[in-house]
Structure formats: structure tokens, C-alpha cells
């Protein structure tokens, strides 16, 4: 300890009394403070300076029409510039324009096409193209001033696209005033057409009731006269009946079944046409709904159970038609082509309807979450429905040439072959036991019909009660005082919307811990940084190793490494209080609590002091190359300019390993406001690299004692190092 004090003593007593030595001391502990300062000055408020930046700008837009009105992008983003003053703009020609960006008079240049307001204008056409800028950067002249372009040229963007959309939402809502008042004139609004159109489709509807009544009325007198000739034809008793008997009695056969034959035709014909109705009511109802107001869940909801109920019950008529069709097809003797494509194409229609009750679902479940319909699922919902009215237009038409035909032909041709055969035949017995299991079959097809009808008359009830409910449901938008609300805005306010749809978001920015200028945000890098140049400067310019004199012998290493290091963290310490008291009082950065913005300088200075002093004493000479080393990897990797975050993964990896990071940190918390605990975490950080360089001070440098001392021998040889 009587060396420790000695070695210390010494070596003041020496600087004080050599007035070259003292003046170069008191060099060495300002010269910090002058790298912080002038680094934090030079950055002061470099965004708030950007106006001697120049940027040329060349308009040649000729201007266009929206709407009936006159519209120059061009001149209004001009305009817009002038009264800017965050960059410097230039307003010059195109070629002058270009030309200055090449040979760096400028650092960028916007140009604005001739045809930039037309292409504006092409949204209203069918022809749309897309507005554009030419954006010219010279991005070797300077590294960050193309990013600050670039930011000037986000906010003509942004003013171009805010501009159109006001001057098109003020286009749409004069169109929406024409509406309005052609409505008053003519008495008539979407909800007394919807009510119309309901009526109408109620009506259409009783008469599909009336019209299966009687249908269902013929299909029992047919029935009744397949019994009749049931019972006409011969026993087994009566089959020596003559072949002209026999041939008489088929001729009443064929008249009958004829009559069952048309009957079935006729029936697929009603259920194809009552299919049709119900699709067409489908596609109105969901139109004028549509148009009313895409917010009113209640009409929406009523509206997507409609369509599901008519999806089900259209599936239900084209099962009957399926039935009916494949019964009729088992009837004849050869199963014909035409009625089995007629059945995938009505397979082909229930799988549709399957689709719509599938998207209906989904906009139930998003009406339930409470989301907003979607146009793409809506517009979809549309073309679906559109599709299944389409394809039942089609299997009508196909039923009415193909399939038709096709099973009238064929019966007719069965039926002349069983008179031909009665005739040339001495067995009639036989052809005309052949009969009752046709007449079984068309008589079970006959019930399959009555059922369909049956169902088709429920699925009319139910229709007829949800129309009802929908027409109620009209009636209290009708009455509905938010409607009238938003037509009087539309009619006497139109910058309203058109300043809502430019920008219907407005983002209130809300500072946290806010710093006034960049340079206070950057003080706590270059302040650490200086305290680490300070260091390094220190074990550069004075002597790490302690000699021995009639003062001072016996030195033993742990004493040499404490006694010369008090110079050393003296020195630091100065040097910290100066940079830190020039940052607050002669740069006059913002700084919520100076006294731990000096602790932090301080504690600083003791960290990067101890571990620059001690890898020079325990390395020698190469102590000093691996200190720069250690300088160059913290000013990239401890997050002082740039986030971590940004960085390469290297330097993310090893930012947790820096003693930079946490002075800095700590540092930011004493300008900027310090949150709960993370000065002082911040702080024990900084202080955890304390023990592992003493421990390298204290024990772990003895084996590489010999090893400095032999390299540094070395170098003398040379006498260059």
C-alpha cells in the first residue's frame, strides 16, 4: 500500500512541476470534450436545415377534366412546393432539370409529364392508366441527402393523391345531388321500388299456388285413368282374345299413355318455370336490397336468409325434376342419352346453389363477428346467383329441345312396336301382361309429381311469409332519420366529403419522452464515444509502466498496476466532467436530470479507463491496436447512430457485449426521461465489465508478462515501434 501511495504521489509531483508536461495534461483532458462538441453542433438540427437542399422541379402538365370541371395536378403541386420551405425547390425546364442532377447543381429533380392530369382523369374512363412522377436522384453526391429527397417527394405524392380524391368526391357528390333531386321530382326512392317489386313477386307467387293446384287436379285424373286401363286389360283367362281385340285395346293404351307422357312434360315445364321465377326474384330482391344502404345489417341478414331459403328450396324442385326424370328414363325400354346429360346439368345447377348458400354463410359470419362486408365477396355473391339464373334459362331450353323430344320419340316408337307386335303376333297374352309394369312405373312417377308439387306449394308459403317480413322491414327504413341526415349533408356540405374521402384519417402524433433537436439525441453516442477516445488517447501519450528509483523500489506488479492508475482514471474523470458540463452549458442540450447525466459520464470514464488501461498493461503495444479494435466494433454495433435493429446480425449479436451500449443507454434515459428502473439496470450494466478487467489486472495478466516484454524488445530492434 506504501507503493501504491508513493507511486502516485510521484507521479503528480512530476506533472506539476514540469510545466510542458502540465500543459500538455491539460491539452489531453479537453481535447475529448472538443471531438463531442463540435460532432453534437455539426448534427444540431441537421432535418430543420434541409431547405438549402435543392431539388428541381419541371411541370409540363397540360391539364384535364374530371367531371365537367378543369384540373391541372401539375400547377396545384407547383403551388403546393412555393409554399414549402422544408426543401430548397427550384422550378426550372425539364432539360435544365435533368441536366442539373447529372452535374450535381441539384441534388434531385421531379419532372411532371404532360399527360399527368389526363391519366388522373382516366379513372372515370375504361382506359385507366396510371398518374406518374419522374423522380431523378443524384445518390453519389451525398449519402443521406437522397433520403431526405426522397422524403420530399413522399409528400408530393401524398398532396397529389389527397387532391384528386377531394376534387372526385366533390364530382360524385354533385352527381349524388342530381339523383337526389330527380327522386323528389319523380316521387320515387329505392324503398318504394323494392316494395313494388316485393308486391309484384307475392302476386307471382299466388299464381304458382293456383297454377299447382290444378295441375295437381290433372295429375289425378291421369292417375285415375291409368287404373281405368289397369282394369281394361285382359286377364290371364281372356288372353284367346282375337289380334285385332287386342290391337284395339292398345290402341286405348297408347291414347292413355300419351296423356301421362304430356303430363310429365307438362309438370318438368312448371317446375323449370316456377325455378326460373324464384331466380329472378333472387337476383331483384338481392339487387334493390343491395342498393340501399350496405350498413344496415338487419336488411342485409333478411336478405342473405332469402337467398339461403331459395338456394334450398330451387335444390328441392331440381331433386323432383331428377326423380321424375330418372323414373321416366327406367320407363323406357332404352334409357336415353339426352335425359341423363339433362340430369348432370341440373346437378351442375344445385352445386351452384350450394356455393351461394356457402358465401351466405360467410357473410352471416362476418355480419355476427360485426365486420363490414367485403365487395369481392359481395360482387361474387352477385355473379353466382346470376350464374344459377343463367343455367336454368339454359336446362329450359335444353329440356324443351333435347330431352323432350327425345322421350316423345321414344315412346312413340315403343308404342308402334307394341301395335306392330299385337298385329303380327298369335301371342298377345304376353305383350299385354308386359304392360302393367310400364303403367306401375308412370304411375309412381305420377306421385313423384304430386309430391314436388306439394313441396313447391310449402316453399311458396314461406316465401311469401318472408316477404312480409322484408316489406316490414322497408317500411322502417323508409322512416329512418339517418338517411335523411346524410342526404342533407350530401346536398348542403359537399367540401365535407370531399375533405373526408381525401383524408378520412387523421394521425395526432403524442411525443413520449420527446427530445427538442437532434443533437440531443445524439450527445449521449458522441459523449461516450469522446470518453473512449479520451482513454485511449491517455495510454498513447503516457507510460503504462512504472520504474523503479530511490523512492520508489520494489515494486511488485499489483502495486505498479494500482499506483499507475490512479493518474489515469484522474485524468478520465477531468476529462468527463468537461465533456458532460460542455454538453450542458455551453451546447445546452436537453437534459432532464444533470446530476446522473454527470454520474453517467463519470462512471463511464472509470469502466473505459480500467479496461483500456489494463489490456495495455497486460498486452503491451498490441493492447493498444485491440482497443482501437474495440473503439471501430462499438461505434457500429452499440446502436448509437443507427437502431440495432437495422444492422447487420453480427453487430445485433454482439450489442449486449459492449460496454458503449449501456453507457449510452443510460445516458439517453438522463436526456430524454428516464423510464422506471432502466437507468439504474443500465448502469449496473456498465459497471458488470469492472470485475473481469481487474481480474485480468490483478491475476490473469502474470503469464503474459514475460510475452509483452519479449514482443516490446522486438519492436525497439527495429527502432520504428
Not at 282374345?241 to 292413355?256: F, G, P, W
Not at 325400354?333 to 348432370?344: G, H
Not at 492508475?565 to 445546452?588: E, H, K, P, R
Amino acid at each position: 500500500m506504501n507503493n501504491i501511495l508513493k507511486i502516485i504521489f510521484r507521479d503528480f509531483k512530476r506533472i506539476v512541476k514540469n510545466p510542458i508536461a502540465l500543459t500538455v495534461i491539460i491539452g489531453v483532458c479537453c481535447i475529448p470534450s472538443l471531438y463531442a462538441w463540435f460532432n453534437i453542433g455539426a448534427s444540431w438540427d441537421p432535418y430543420g436545415s434541409t431547405k438549402g437542399i435543392k431539388v428541381a422541379v419541371a411541370n409540363n402538365d397540360v391539364g384535364s377534366e374530371i367531371s365537367g370541371i378543369g384540373v391541372n395536378f401539375g400547377n396545384d403541386i407547383v403551388d403546393t412546393l412555393k409554399e414549402n420551405n422544408d426543401i430548397g425547390w427550384i422550378f426550372v425546364d425539364e432539360q435544365n432539370a435533368i441536366e442539373g442532377v447529372k452535374n450535381g447543381s441539384y441534388y434531385a429533380g421531379i419532372v411532371i409529364p404532360k399527360n399527368f392530369s389526363e391519366n388522373f382523369a382516366s379513372i372515370l374512363t375504361n382506359d385507366i392508366k396510371q398518374p406518374t412522377i419522374k423522380y431523378y436522384v443524384n445518390e453519389k453526391k451525398n449519402a443521406i441527402a437522397p433520403k431526405i429527397t426522397d422524403k420530399g417527394v413522399s409528400v408530393v405524392q401524398q398532396k397529389v393523391n389527397e387532391t384528386f380524391l377531394d376534387e372526385t368526391s366533390k364530382s360524385i357528390e354533385g352527381a349524388l345531388k342530381v339523383i337526389k333531386e330527380q327522386a323528389k321530382e319523380s316521387k320515387i326512392n329505392i324503398a318504394d321500388r323494392m316494395m313494388s317489386t316485393l308486391t309484384e313477386v307475392s302476386n307471382s307467387l299466388n299464381k304458382f299456388k293456383d297454377l299447382g293446384t290444378s295441375f295437381d287436379e290433372s295429375l289425378n285424373s291421369i292417375k285415375a285413368l291409368i287404373k281405368t286401363t289397369k282394369t281394361v286389360l285382359p286377364s290371364g283367362v281372356s288372353l284367346t282374345q282375337t289380334a285385332e281385340e287386342i290391337a284395339n285395346d292398345t290402341n286405348v293404351l297408347l291414347h292413355s299413355t300419351t296423356q301421362v307422357f304430356d303430363g310429365i312434360n307438362n309438370t318438368i315445364e312448371t317446375f323449370l318455370d316456377s325455378a326460373k321465377a324464384l331466380s329472378d326474384d333472387m337476383f331483384n330482391i338481392w339487387d334493390d336490397v343491395s342498393s340501399i344502404n350496405k350498413q344496415n345489417v338487419d336488411i342485409i341478414k333478411s336478405q342473405i336468409g332469402f337467398l339461403r331459403r331459395r338456394s334450398n328450396d330451387l335444390i328441392n324442385i331440381n331433386e323432383d325434376i331428377k326423380s321424375i326424370l330418372s323414373d321416366t328414363n327406367n320407363v323406357l325400354p332404352i334409357k336415353l342419352n339426352s335425359v341423363d346429360k339433362f340430369i348432370e346439368r341440373i346437378n351442375t345447377i344445385n352445386k351452384g346453389l350450394k356455393e351461394i348458400i356457402s358465401l351466405t354463410n360467410n357473410i352471416d359470419e362476418i355480419i355476427k363477428n360485426g365486420g363490414k362486408l367485403n365487395d369481392t365477396l359481395e360482387n361474387g355473391l352477385k355473379e353466382q346467383v346470376n350464374q344459377v339464373k343463367s343455367d336454368i334459362l339454359d336446362v329450359k331450353d335444353i329440356y324443351q329441345k333435347n330431352v323432350q323430344p327425345s322421350i316423345d320419340t321414344s315412346a312413340e316408337n315403343f308404342y308402334k312396336m307394341i301395335i306392330d307386335f299385337n298385329l303380327l303376333s298369335k301371342n298377345t297374352g304376353y305383350a299385354i301382361q308386359q304392360l302393367n309394369p310400364i303403367l306401375d312405373g308412370i304411375y309412381s312417377s305420377l306421385e313423384y309429381a304430386q309430391k314436388s308439387i306439394s313441396a313447391t306449394t310449402n316453399v311458396i308459403n314461406i316465401t311469401q311469409k318472408d316477404l312480409q317480413d322484408m316489406k316490414k322491414k322497408i317500411n322502417d327504413i323508409k322512416t329512418d332519420e339517418n338517411l335523411d341526415k346524410l342526404s342533407e349533408i350530401l346536398e348542403n356540405d359537399p367540401d365535407v366529403v370531399g375533405k373526408f374521402i381525401s383524408a378520412p384519417v387523421q394521425i395526432e402524433t403524442v411525443g413520449l419522452y420527446k427530445i427538442k433537436n437532434y443533437g440531443s439525441a445524439m450527445t449521449p453516442f458522441y459523449s461516450i464515444l469522446s470518453l473512449w477516445v479520451g482513454a485511449l488517447l491517455l495510454v498513447s501519450l503516457l507510460k503504462v509502466k512504472v520504474n523503479e528509483d530511490d523512492y520508489v523500489n520494489n515494486i511488485k506488479p499489483y502495486q505498479a498496476y494500482v499506483g499507475r492508475y490512479m493518474l489515469f482514471l484522474t485524468i478520465s474523470i477531468v476529462q468527463s466532467i468537461i465533456v458532460c458540463l460542455g454538453d450542458l452549458y455551453i451546447l445546452g442540450i436537453q437534459c432532464e436530470n444533470p446530476v446522473l447525466f454527470m454520474l453517467v459520464g463519470i462512471t463511464a470514464s472509470l469502466v473505459f479507463s480500467n479496461i483500456i488501461y489494463t489490456i495495455v498493461v497486460s498486452f503491451g503495444d498490441v493492447g493498444k491496436a485491440i482497443c482501437i479494435f474495440l473503439l471501430v466494433i462499438q461505434v457500429a454495433g452499440a446502436g448509437g447512430t443507427f437502431p440495432i435493429e437495422v444492422t447487420p446480425t453480427f453487430f445485433q449479436k454482439i450489442n449486449p457485449y459492449l460496454p458503449f451500449t449501456y453507457g449510452i443507454n443510460a445516458m439517453r434515459e438522463t436526456v430524454g426521461g428516464i423510464f422506471e428502473d432502466a437507468y439504474k439496470n443500465n448502469m449496473l450494466k456498465l459497471l458488470s465489465f469492472l470485475p473481469a478487467s481487474l481480474l485480468l489486472g490483478f491475476i490473469l495478466r502474470y503469464p503474459l508478462i514475460k510475452v509483452t516484454e519479449f514482443f516490446e524488445e522486438k519492436l525497439e530492434e527495429t527502432h520504428l515501434m
